[in-house]
């Protein structure tokens, strides 16, 4: 009688740490779920951002006049252009920054 109790008070011991385990797993899912937009709030503040831009109709004709202006071709690639010279910088960036940093400083 004393084993049975004794297992049982075991078991209930492993099922109460299992069930606070289990509830902490399911709090950081749950807020992890709640911290995560989802594809309908991304799609609305998509919606917002180029809403203000209909705002602004100066900028919407000066944007398209200088797209008439300047030829497809050479836009893309100046876009193209723009892409690896960001890419390098951000591959490039980190150890560039300091080195200039040091570079400029002036002796004290």
């Known amino acids: 009688m004393a084993k049975a109790t004794k297992n049982l008070t075991?078991?209930?011991?492993?099922?109460?740490?299992?069930?606070?385990?289990?509830?902490?797993?399911?709090?950081?899912e749950t807020l992890?779920?709640?911290?995560m937009p989802d594809v309908v709030s991304k799609g609305l503040n998509l919606w917002n951002n180029l809403s203000r831009f209909?705002?602004?109709?100066?900028?919407?004709?000066a944007l398209g006049l200088f797209l008439l202006a300047v030829k497809p071709r050479r836009l893309l690639s100046w876009l193209l252009s723009a892409t690896v010279l960001f890419k390098t910088w951000r591959r490039f960036g980190p150890f560039i920054v300091p080195l200039v940093r040091y570079l400029t400083k002036r002796p004290q």
């Open 10 to 28: 075991q078991r209930k011991a492993e099922l109460l740490i299992q069930s606070t385990l289990l509830r902490e797993k399911l709090a950081v």
């Open 54 to 61: 209909g705002k602004r109709p100066i900028l919407i004709g």
């Open 32 to 35: 992890s779920m709640m911290q």
